[in-house]
Each structure stands twice: as structure tokens, then as C-alpha cells.
């Protein structure tokens, strides 16, 4: 594999538009060969029932598209679960390297969410539960920023760019999700992977796994690239060395 490889670049959600990470990686575009993709069940794409067979398969997909015969993945939170789906069947997949990734069990998933969701307010809630059945075009992306602060673990800090969003959908694909547990994969994955973290990110709750791959950002939560971008282009140069050392 060449130095200067090819990264697919899984986003969040489920639901959720990747915008934020073209905008969170646009340092090192002219750097890096990264291929975005609109996630199934994002607002971009049509398909708005999509499984979670539909979701790791559209990884595939994208390769192909784009002519891909080794490539590493770059995830953002729930795309780090896609991802270690679609490194079970695809041996094209090199590296990995996770931003942030949701838990790594489906029980430490679930206290997260719950550790959030003691943080706001009845008020907002309401307020993000009217707007989410408003039936408006700009409600996901008004959502996604209210609930933006509670996700970096800073209630005075505000989203910095509009990030479409889809609730509805995100509710739909994570109610298909009843259980997993990655621990196992996780340690016996033969492949270079990098896990950067922010210390105040909610779902940072496996510090004891991956400690020598694992780089943790200081004083920044669930969207690092926003909270300290110097900081972590940083992080992700040092990630981005530590995989090509291992290839």
C-alpha cells in the first residue's frame, strides 16, 4: 500500500449529514485522499428506511464506485460501529481510524445516551421533540444544534456551522440495534487502528482498551475538530503516522 492512501470517511448519526466532517478534515484535504459519502438515511440520500445490512454494505459501495482495492476507513461515532460490521466481511479494509467512536458495547452505549439525556433540560427536550415532528426543512439541523453542547459536555458552546440532521431517521436505525459487543473484535483485529478521543466526550467509557493506540485530547468532548481544531489536526497527523508506521 502506498504512503499516501485512500480513507472512506464514515459519518455519524445515523441520520446525520457528513457535512461536519468535510469541514473538520479540510485541513488536510489536499493532503489525504478522502472519499464522503451520503450516508443512507441521511438528508442527502433517498433512501430513508435503510438496515444496518444496507448501511455496511454502502461502504463496499463506495469502494467500488470509486475503484478502490485497499483503502482504510476514518469514522465519526456510530460510523465506528458500521465500520467494525464491514471489517468482519471486507479484507480491502487496511486501517482504521476512529474519531470518537460510540462504545464499543451496546450496554456502555446506552449509559451514554443516558448521561446525556439527564443533562437537558424538560424544556429543550420538549422543545427538540416539537420540532421533530414540525415536518420542517430546517428542524434536523436546529436539533442537531441544541443538542450539539450536551454531546462536547459544554452548555455554553454553540454549533459553528448548520449540520442537517434527521431525528426521525437516527430513532428508526437505532431501534434496529439491540445488542452487540466489540471488545473481542476490537482486540483481535489485525489491522492498524487509531482511536482519538476527547477526555469530556461522553461516550469515551472503554479508557482500559486500545491504550497504546489511543490519543486523547484534553478538555474537548464528541466533536473535536470543532472544539480545538489546532489540537486536533495535531492528533490526526500523529494518527495518521502511527497507521503508516504499522502498514
Request: hydrophobic letters at 45%; glycine letters at 6%; aromatic letters at 10%.
Amino acid at each position: 500500500m502506498s504512503t499516501k492512501m485512500n480513507w472512506i470517511v464514515i459519518a455519524g448519526g445515523p441520520g446525520l449529514s457528513n457535512i461536519y466532517l468535510k469541514q473538520g478534515l479540510q485541513q488536510f484535504a489536499n493532503i489525504h485522499r478522502f472519499h464522503f459519502y451520503d450516508m443512507a438515511g441521511s438528508p442527502e440520500s433517498t433512501n430513508k428506511e435503510p438496515s444496518i445490512a444496507d448501511l455496511v454494505a454502502q461502504i463496499a459501495e463506495v469502494a467500488n464506485r470509486e475503484n478502490l482495492t485497499e483503502y482504510g476507513l476514518i469514522t465519526h461515532s456510530f460510523g465506528n460501529y458500521l465500520a467494525l460490521r464491514a471489517l468482519q466481511q471486507d479484507d480491502h479494509i487496511k486501517a482504521l481510524i476512529m474519531l470518537n467512536p460510540v462504545p464499543f458495547s451496546y450496554a456502555a452505549w446506552q449509559d451514554g445516551l443516558a448521561d446525556i439525556l439527564k443533562q437537558i433540560p424538560d424544556a429543550l427536550l420538549q422543545q427538540i421533540n416539537t420540532l421533530e415532528f414540525s415536518q420542517q426543512a430546517a428542524a434536523g439541523a436546529q436539533i442537531f444544534s441544541l443538542l450539539y453542547p450536551y454531546y462536547i459536555g459544554n452548555k455554553q458552546t454553540r454549533l459553528p456551522c448548520s449540520v442537517p440532521f434527521d431525528l426521525q431517521v437516527c430513532n428508526a436505525i437505532a431501534a434496529n440495534i439491540t445488542d452487540y459487543n466489540d471488545l473481542d473484535l476490537i482486540t483481535s483485529i489485525k489491522i492498524p487502528m487509531v482511536r482519538i478521543v476527547g477526555a469530556c466526550d461522553p461516550f469515551y467509557r472503554e479508557t482500559k482498551v486500545l491504550v497504546e493506540d489511543t490519543i486523547v485530547m484534553p478538555e474537548v468532548g464528541h466533536y473535536p475538530f470543532f472544539e480545538d481544531a489546532h489540537s486536533f489536526g495535531q492528533a490526526f497527523t500523529t494518527a495518521i503516522k502511527l497507521i503508516q508506521q504499522q502498514l
